[in-house]
């Protein structure tokens, strides 16, 4: 990779069914090929997933979109 290049900063990983052995500490390091480095450290930490119902996505004429869905934390998120 070139520190020239131009990337997505974020880091995916598919766990599958989740485990207690997921939590904990992640490190993704990237070396550049002049030698530089960027380290990003996360602490992923048990989350409550609530159940949802009636998900709706309205696509707006200006690229972004409004999700709202029925459920105990109702909160309608844009994004684009």
Not at 16 to 24: F, I, M
Not at 40 to 46: I, N, T
Request: charged share 20%; aromatic share 12%.
């Amino acid at each position: 990779m070139s520190s020239e290049c131009a990337y997505l900063d974020y880091w995916s990983k598919r766990f599958g069914p989740v485990a207690s052995a997921d939590y904990g500490s992640y490190t993704l390091t990237v070396t550049f090929e002049d030698g530089a480095e960027e380290v990003y450290r996360w602490q992923l930490g048990a989350a409550t997933v609530v159940p949802v119902s009636n998900i709706a996505v309205e696509v707006r004429n200006d690229g972004s979109a409004l999700v709202t869905w029925t459920g105990t934390h109702q909160a309608p998120i844009t994004t684009r």
